[in-house]
């Protein structure tokens, strides 16, 4: 089974995460966790989008451990 997760830095998407990890999936499923930074407007500081593209793949990387932690390959 393949599963799409997507989620923000809200506490629904934890509730999210929490629920797939917690269910009984059968062997080999697979996670793909995902968020979404807004395209920022052309003038928006190189800086910026940096640090929007570093808190996604924390926010990302975090989902994927935690599933991982409970046998799903995410």
């Not at 979404?36 to 407007?41: D, L």
Request: charged share 15%.
């Amino acid at each position: 089974m393949k599963i799409l997760l997507a989620i923000d830095t809200s506490s629904a998407s934890q509730t999210a995460i929490n629920s797939v990890a917690l269910r009984p999936w059968p062997a080999d499923t697979q996670v793909e966790v995902l968020t979404v930074i807004e395209a920022g407007e052309p003038w928006v500081l190189a800086s910026i989008a940096e640090e929007l593209q570093s808190v996604a793949n924390k926010l990302v990387s975090g989902a994927a451990a935690a599933l991982n932690a409970r046998g799903l390959k995410a």
